[in-house]
Nanobody, 116 residues
Framework: QVQLVESGGGLVQPGGSLRLSCYASGFTFMTYSISWHRQAPGKERELVASVSNFGGTPSYSDSVKGRFTISRDNAKNTAYLQMNSLKPDDTAVYYC?????????WGKGTLVTVSS
C-alpha cells in the first residue's frame, strides 16, 4: 500500500534551517508528483511546495518562496524540503502528499517549531 513517512522536524531558532524528508513506498515514486503542505495551529492546511514526477520546475507558495527548496531523489524514493531563514510563522506540522490513480495519500506529518 502507498505510504509516506516524514521526518526531520524539530525545534529551531528563528533564522535557522531544517531539512525535512519524505520517504515513499508502495508505488512507483518516480512517476508521481510530490507536494509539501503545512498546518499551523488553528489554521487550514496549506500547500507549501510541489515538484513534478521527474523533478521538473518546482512551485512554491509566496510565503516560502526564496527560503524553501523542494527536491526529490527518485533512486531513494525520497522527497526533501530544505527550509532556510525560518520564521516563527513557519511553525506547523508539515505533511507530504502524493496522488496515485486519483487518490490522495498523506503522511502523518512532522512538527516544526520555530522559536527562541
Amino acid at each position: 500500500q502507498v505510504q509516506l513517512v516524514e521526518s526531520g522536524g524539530g525545534l529551531v531558532q528563528p533564522g535557522g534551517s531544517l531539512r525535512l524528508s519524505c520517504y515513499a513506498s508502495g508505488f512507483t515514486f518516480m512517476t508521481y508528483s510530490i507536494s509539501w503542505h503545512r498546518q499551523a495551529p488553528g489554521k487550514e492546511r496549506e500547500l507549501v511546495a510541489s515538484v513534478s514526477n521527474f523533478g521538473g520546475t518546482p512551485s512554491y507558495s509566496d510565503s516560502v518562496k526564496g527560503r524553501f527548496t523542494i527536491s526529490r531523489d527518485n533512486a531513494k524514493n525520497t522527497a526533501y524540503l530544505q527550509m532556510n531563514s525560518l520564521k516563527p510563522d513557519d511553525t506547523a506540522v508539515y505533511y507530504c502528499k502524493t496522488r496515485v490513480r486519483s487518490v490522495d495519500y498523506w503522511g502523518k506529518g512532522t512538527l516544526v517549531t520555530v522559536s527562541s
